[in-house]
């Protein structure tokens, strides 16, 4: 018999026990009532977004993922919320927050209320959304990580999009479940504009094995850009990050390029790696024990701030470039890894990298594709 790990509010006073969803037999799911879900460009840092993320954390927990920082945060409302809450109170004790980011996910089970609430017409952040704003759903999370085939949060904000007119939807997920809501989709695009952006690194099977062992198979994902892009949905897709010294060498972006292109796919974004502190406590191990080559060298480029150099930026952008070029993609840079570029910590302001940082050739995108 599953054993019961979590437990979820049913009505006031009683709660219900939930199995662990699939094989992930190591995450608990906790219940929490948001009293906000549309966060402003005040929040998200860049004027004309706002960000949508139903749940807090991901199951997928890939070791690179910028958005640990902020669960501890996230924790302690919800314990100052539930304060009887055993289960999460046991999850602060033993989980650092850059684990726990991984095995206690918060479900926001209110998040469609809130939502319809928030976008009642003549509202004013429906006027500024509809004014051209742009609606991102999964900034900090995948809002079709596995818990989503359960409890559906991610449907239930669509369908209340869904009944507004002139807004700006933006997905990104890494998760093939995003093509059940096909039909959904498709009719939230009917008055307003919806672009998926499908996350893949590389189409490597074995290499993605390695580096997102719990996020869904590179030919799922490409199979989801397939789907979307025959029911006439918009889908992007970002490479983000590029792994230095592993994903990076040109011929393995060249692969990842023409998979996507053969996809269908109407355009791609590439990014490169920015390490947080809260994150290098995840990844600098990680590369540690399945790329121990590498570990000297990560830990001397992020030693002094989170972002790798310029040099090293502006060649992955030019090697993507022209390949996005050559099996016509559109290419554009993210504007918040654009923004991120920009806005480097006071270290990494005064550091100077080489152009061939961690990778192991020069081969490497120090410098554009054709220069190779």
């Not at 590029?242 to 996809?263: F, K, S």
Request: hydrophobic share 40%.
């Amino acid at each position: 018999m599953a054993q019961q790990l979590s437990l979820f509010p049913d009505g006031l006073t009683r709660r219900r026990a939930l199995p662990v969803i699939g094989e992930q037999k190591d995450i608990r799911y906790h219940a929490t009532r948001a009293r906000e879900i549309l966060n402003g460009p005040g929040t998200t840092g860049l004027d004309g977004f706002w960000s949508i993320n139903p749940y807090v954390g991901c199951a997928f927990g890939c070791a690179y993922c910028y958005a640990r920082y902020a669960h501890r945060y996230a924790l302690e409302r919800a314990l100052a919320a539930d304060p009887g809450d055993e289960a999460l109170h046991e999850t602060a004790r033993t989980l650092p927050p850059w684990l726990a980011f991984e095995r206690a996910i918060l479900v926001k089970r209110n998040a469609a209320d809130v939502l319809q609430r928030t976008l009642w017409y003549g509202a004013d952040r429906y006027r500024d959304l509809a004014r051209g704003h742009r609606i991102v759903i999964g900034t900090a999370t995948d809002p079709y990580q596995p818990a989503e085939r359960r409890f559906r949060i991610t449907r239930g904000l669509l369908e209340v999009l869904a009944h507004h007119a002139d807004l700006h939807v933006v997905i990104i997920t890494k998760s093939p479940l995003v093509t059940r809501d096909t039909d959904l989709l498709a009719r939230l695009a009917r008055r307003s504009s919806v672009e998926v952006h499908v996350s893949l690194i590389t189409v490597d099977r074995e290499l993605a094995r390695r580096i997102e062992p719990r996020a869904p198979t590179p030919e799922a994902r490409l199979r989801a850009v397939a789907r979307l892009h025959a029911a006439g949905v918009r889908v992007r897709v970002n490479a983000m990050p590029v792994l230095p010294g592993i994903t990076d060498d040109p011929a393995q972006l060249e692969a990842l390029v023409a998979r996507v292109a053969a996809a269908g796919a109407d355009a791609m974004v590439v990014g490169s790696l920015s390490l947080h502190a809260t994150a290098r406590q995840r990844y600098l191990p990680f590369i540690a024990r399945e790329f121990p080559a590498l570990a000297a060298r990560y830990r001397a480029t992020f030693a002094r701030g989170h972002a790798m150099g310029p040099r090293y930026r502006r060649g992955l952008a030019a090697c993507a470039r022209e390949l996005c070029a050559r099996y016509g993609l559109t290419f554009g840079n993210d504007e918040t890894a654009e923004a991120a570029d920009q806005t480097p910590s006071r270290a990494a302001r005064r550091s100077q990298y080489p152009a061939s940082e961690i990778s192991t050739s020069s081969a490497r995108p120090s410098a554009p594709c054709s220069d190779a």
